[in-house]
């Protein structure tokens, strides 16, 4: 009996330590775990405040943060004509050589994820230069001619002849390369002045691979229409400078007007689009070196992007 009271007592000891713990973590337990939180609990007065933003404050934690996509802003476009003719490390840190960091931003520039810049960054001269003398600039623009090509061939045309493709004129038909090689190759500050004397002077050689794209294009009846940033002002020399070169038979050549100074490349691109839709073109394919040439409104079918890490026009 007496082992049996001793045994009793000890059953008694443990349930009591139990209860004893259950009211120490009671309060603990009954506090919500956060995906309790109601997200929109409106607040009652100051306290509820207080509480209330506590409740933010989780949320920040338990709800998925959302995907942050910032804009051109006119202060970062600010901020990239500051870079001037570079001098600032394309990325942060010195834990990759400056070969790949040039390389890293050289694919940010061409995938549109950099914000507007003004110049080639002082350290990726020499990156950029390698590249658009080298055959990777080339074999680059082949790829793209070649993927635009396959394309156009397989597109469903209508047959009525309203079916037309969107060609950028510099760095898109003729490139500028001589131009450049006398002016850093992007790395300084681009020379409106300097620029319009190059262009000027007709000299602007093919993209070759773009000549023979142009003229496939061409020749399955589909309408051209060269979208060009040059002013009607070039309008004689361009023409001249594109049958030197070999482009010939285009349905139109459309320049900015006076009206159109002003506005960014988008904003004209897109006007005109809108325009050759609003005369019942449809617009297959679109070929330009910069994202301002292909994103907008009334966008083609298909948009080819060509490389050009030397300069960025919004
Ligand atoms: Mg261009």
Redesign the pocket.
Known sequence: MARHRRGGDLVHLLLTLLLAAALLLAPAAAEPEPAEVAPTAPAQDASDEVSDAAAQHQQQHILPRPLVIELPSAAAAAAASEIGGGGESPVSGDEFPPEVRCASWRLAAEANNLAPWGAVPAECAAHVRGYVTGAAYRSDLELVATESAAYARAAPLGGDGRDAWVF?????LLSNLPYYADHGFGAELFDHRKFDEWVERGEAPAITSSLKLYKEVRDLGIKIFLL??RTEGHRGVTVDNLNNQGFHDWDKLILRAAADRKKTATTYKSEKRKEMEAEGYRILGNS???WS?LLGSSMSARSFK?P?PMYY?P
């Open positions: 950028d004129v510099d760095e898109t060009t940033g330009g070196d910069q040439d060509l050009n026009i």
